[in-house]
């Protein structure tokens, strides 16, 4: 696939016996958003981890383009948002800026707080993580995220432990972020179908190998026979998103 | 069985290995990164500032045990006059560099430790990687020379208070002459028993401090049980093993250090 912006090839890794990538080629197109799903304990985190460097793949490489070694162009969300309970709202944002790259304290101060602006964050600048909603912690951990300006985002499971209101927010936060700030997304989330309403390809994950990779609405209309069935039970019950 | 003990012995080693990797990246980083003077200065207040207070009580408390134990077996040989320098030698020398240790351990080492560990399990440590910050230079590094400045102050308040408290039973309570108090200790003790207290203070400020974040930073794979009790059982075992470090090198160390 020519143009991607972030190219996998031949990605494997295993802890011990146990295979989890097996070999795995994967093209994400830039600005888009790619998901990838598959049953739990699959190795979709384990996936994120190797793209990120947090767990060094076995072998295969992982290319992305236009990519130089002092603008880390990697940004990663965690499931718990990873904030540090010791820093403020504000310090937890400037942390990277603060630790590396030379800025002065006004543009530091700057660039902090349009961020906290635009992410409607002003309220909770001077609080801990501690005092503020799970929803205000997901728009911290994305603001300390995009405060380097990272031009992909890794996403591990956003919306684990939120109601299906604060599920639909988190997507909703991420899709209209993603357009204003203009970056790529590569997201791993139980949420079907419901992801696939913001979602630009969907990557399905299954004994180490990616099964399918395409557009939701296809996956929708023809799933391949095994990936029906990890699809059934949601579907019988939820309107899929158009 | 002997199968056992060589793997034992095998994990042994190699936990030795990777402990001694862990104290050389983290005390090799801390200039590698910005705004050390900040770090720095918090993790003196942590270690330092904040074990002041149990350093004094137990500093002072044991110089009045000391004066009062002292005393009766110098009377058994009439010599009560010493006691002054019997109490400064032994606190300047042995018993302040341990003590000290032990407690700032029993207090911060083990803060440490389970802070270290809670950030594991929170991904915050991943989340250092994934922003290019060295957790080492971030975490560990700051408090390994916080520790090794800290030390030997505390060590220093340890025997102040300790020689009063001796002044203390022995002098205002048991009748020794004050005179003869402060004047054995001036003679006996040396510039140089004072820097071996601080060379052993220094030691176990590195690897004490090594021990509680290692055992922290590695939580997920040291502790048998994931989470919460995994950080307990992480920092209980770095407090266990500061502890006989503490213990064992004073042995090596006062070893080397009478020979001189």
């Keep these: 696939m020519s143009g991607s912006f972030l190219q996998l090839r031949g990605l494997s890794k295993r802890f011990g016996p146990q295979v989890i990538l097996d070999a795995i080629d994967l093209d994400i197109p830039l600005n888009s958003h790619t998901t990838v799903i598959g049953r739990s304990g699959i190795g979709k985190s384990v996936l994120l981890k190797c793209i990120s460097g947090l767990l060094k793949p076995d072998s295969g490489t992982i290319r992305l383009s236009n990519s130089t070694e002092s603008n880390p162009q990697f940004a990663y969300m965690f499931q718990q948002n990873a904030l540090f309970d010791s820093l403020n709202v504000f310090e937890n944002i400037a942390l990277p800026l603060r630790e590396k790259e030379k800025v002065s304290a006004q543009n530091l101060s700057e660039r902090v707080n349009s961020l906290i602006e635009e992410l409607d964050l002003q309220n909770a600048a001077t609080k801990y993580p501690a005092e503020i909603s799970g929803g205000m912690k997901k728009r911290a951990a994305l603001a300390r995220a995009l405060i380097t300006k990272p031009e992909i985002i890794l996403f591990d499971e956003p919306t684990t432990g939120l109601d299906p209101e604060r599920k639909f927010s988190v997507f909703e936060m991420i899709r209209n972020y993603r357009q204003q700030f203009g970056f790529t997304v590569m997201m791993v989330s139980h949420d079907v179908p419901e992801v696939f309403g913001i979602t630009d390809q969907v990557a399905w994950l299954d004994e180490g190998k990616i099964r399918y990779w395409g557009s939701p609405k296809d996956l929708l209309e023809s799933p391949p026979i095994k990936l029906a069935g990890f699809l059934n039970p949601k579907l019988s019950t939820d309107k899929p998103a158009a | ?260």
């Design chain 2, 1 to 260: 069985m002997f199968v056992r003990i060589g793997r034992k012995g095998i994990s042994f080693v190699s936990e030795l290995g990777e402990l001694t990797i862990f104290g050389a990246s983290s005390f090799g980083s801390l200039f590698r990164q910005r705004h050390t003077f900040e770090k720095l200065t918090r993790s003196i207040y942590e270690i330092g500032v904040r074990c002041i207070p149990i350093t004094l009580i137990v500093g002072f408390f044991t110089g009045l045990v000391l004066g009062l134990q002292l005393y009766y077996v110098l009377t058994k040989f009439s010599s009560e006059s010493l006691l002054g320098q019997a109490v400064a030698l032994s606190i300047i020398m042995e018993i302040g560099p341990v003590f000290t240790a032990i407690m700032i351990v029993g207090q911060a080492g083990s803060a440490l430790s389970a802070e270290i560990g809670i950030q594991r399990n929170a991904e915050q440590i991943d989340a250092l990687q994934t922003m290019n910050i060295n957790p080492l230079a971030f975490l560990v590094s700051p408090r390994l020379y916080a520790a090794l400045i800290c030390f030997p102050i505390l060590t220093a308040f340890f025997d102040i208070v300790g020689i009063y408290g001796g002044h203390l039973t022995g002098v205002s309570m048991l009748g020794v002459d004050q005179g003869a108090y402060w004047s054995r200790i001036y003679e006996a003790v040396s510039v140089k028993n004072v820097m071996d207290g601080f060379y052993k203070a220094m030691t176990f400020g590195l690897l004490t401090t090594i021990i509680c974040a290692f055992q922290g930073y590695y939580t997920h794979l040291k502790a048998s049980i994931p989470g919460a009790r995994g950080v307990s059982q992480t920092t209980t075992r770095a407090v266990v093993l500061s502890s006989i470090a503490i213990l064992s090198s004073d042995y090596l160390l006062t070893s080397l250090l009478l020979e001189k």
